[in-house]
């Protein structure tokens, strides 16, 4: 088998670290790979610079439903061949949607990568959205969107998402409307991915057992779309945090609960002391709110605080599952851990533990090549680089106890929060 050869036409990146590296193709299209010689497998993913934020109200939960729809047929495999194509080597294959960011992605063994970036590949820019099969998906997403609904863990997190961001495209369900996925035609689907699904905004990423020349020539090989300039995520006012108070009765058994504010960007210095508040305060058993909600008071199973940063703006919250009569208490208990925070620097103990998990978490995830390969596809989007990992741990380890009380006097403003409150209807 002879050896690929790198396209002179293409410019590589110098590496900043030893297993990293970044090609620019001629068609616009990067190619960004870490090498893992020691493993047998290779996890790749096509990330798409696109999600809900670039939706309207019209068209919510779009990028969400090409996403499905991207698995239904192309020009050479219908969905069945898709479905076997790397399923039938032992592979693995599946798509996700967030806010900003869309990406298919597949694990297989090594000797099958070029197997994954073909079919990848093929369903990115040749997929037919077949009429027949937009009716079928369209029914598998409403029932996706029942799931959701009787959930109520996510209901109320979507709930104070709404609330949260007001006018801002975050304040709408990734999965969309139930009447716009009934209204979606496939015309809109082909006008979204010529906006959105163009080369600036593709990326190929791969880590694992795969030499970045042979990544490549296969980027050259199969993602062969003419260059193209799309539509970037758009831009809105920043969204002001507010106070309000929001409760809604629903037929369960128990009362969810999600108080929090507007938080800041990836981009932000406060974003390393935010992740160190973030663990102290309700990230694992021996966080704060579980240790003062859970096992002093016995009042919830489930309660933690989450930190979410995305390109420009950022939520932080807190949730607690409860009984109806206890959430007062739940969320005076919450309130006091706050103020705490505010008020006293952490012990060096309790500093030095939150950033040992922290670390130990990180590094632990990087045992698998797919997180691996999530963590290059999210570095480039955000940040146009890959940091490398001394640096993040460098990060954590700068973080001092005022860094984290100055954090969190800019957050814990509850007069600002919102509030959103499920509240049990046991008369259905």
Not at 270 to 279: E, F, G, I, K, L
Request: net charge neutral; glycine share 6%; with cysteine.
């Amino acid at each position: 088998m002879s050896t690929p050869i790198l396209s002179k036409h293409a410019h590589t990146e110098p590496s900043i670290h030893h297993s990293y590296r970044k090609t620019t193709l001629p068609n616009g299209i990067r190619v960004i790979s870490e090498e893992i010689p020691s493993v047998k497998s290779v996890s790749i993913g096509i990330w798409i610079d696109t999600g809900s934020r670039n939706e309207t109200e019209k068209t919510s939960g779009i990028s969400h439903f090409i996403e499905h729809m991207m698995f239904k047929g192309t020009e050479d495999r219908n969905y069945r061949q898709i479905a076997q194509s790397l399923e039938s080597v032992g592979g693995y294959m599946n798509a996700f949607t967030t806010k900003e960011h869309t990406c298919y992605y597949a694990r297989v063994l090594d000797e099958f990568a070029e197997n994954a970036v073909d079919v990848l590949s093929d369903m990115v820019q040749h997929s037919l959205f077949p009429v027949r099969e937009i009716a079928k998906e369209r029914t598998v997403i409403l029932e996706e969107i029942k799931r959701s609904e009787d959930d109520p863990d996510d209901m109320v997190q979507e709930l104070f998402e709404k609330h949260l961001f007001d006018k801002h495209p975050f304040a709408r369900p990734i999965i969309g409307t139930a009447e716009n996925v009934s209204a979606f035609t496939q015309d809109d689907l082909f006008a979204y991915t010529k906006k959105f699904y163009t080369n600036d905004n593709i990326i190929l990423a791969a880590a694992g057992n795969i030499r970045h020349e042979a990544l490549v020539e296969l980027a050259e090989r199969y993602l062969t779309q003419r260059k193209s300039a799309g539509e970037k995520q758009r831009t809105f006012p920043a969204v002001r945090p507010k106070h309000r108070n929001e409760r809604y009765t629903r037929p369960i058994q128990q009362a969810h609960v999600c108080t929090g504010t507007i938080a800041f960007s990836v981009h932000s210095n406060m974003r390393y002391p935010a992740m160190v508040m973030n663990s102290v305060l309700g990230d694992g058993m021996s966080s704060r709110l579980f240790q003062q909600i859970r096992e002093k008071h016995g009042l919830a199973y489930s309660v933690y605080s989450f930190l979410g940063l995305m390109q420009d703006t950022g939520s932080f919250g807190i949730y607690v599952g409860t009984d109806k009569g206890t959430v007062k208490k739940a969320l005076s208990l919450s309130m006091k851990e706050l103020d705490k925070m505010k008020r006293s620097l952490l012990s060096k103990p309790e500093l030095a533990r939150a950033k040992a998990q922290l670390k130990g978490s990180m590094l632990l995830s990087l045992e698998s090549t797919s997180n691996r390969m999530m963590r290059l596809g999210n570095g480039e989007l955000y940040y146009k680089s890959y940091t490398p990992l001394d640096s993040i741990v460098k990060n954590i380890d700068s973080v001092t106890a005022e860094d984290v009380r100055s954090v969190s006097r800019h957050l814990f403003d509850t007069d600002r929060f919102t509030t959103v409150v499920l509240d049990p209807d046991m008369k259905n």
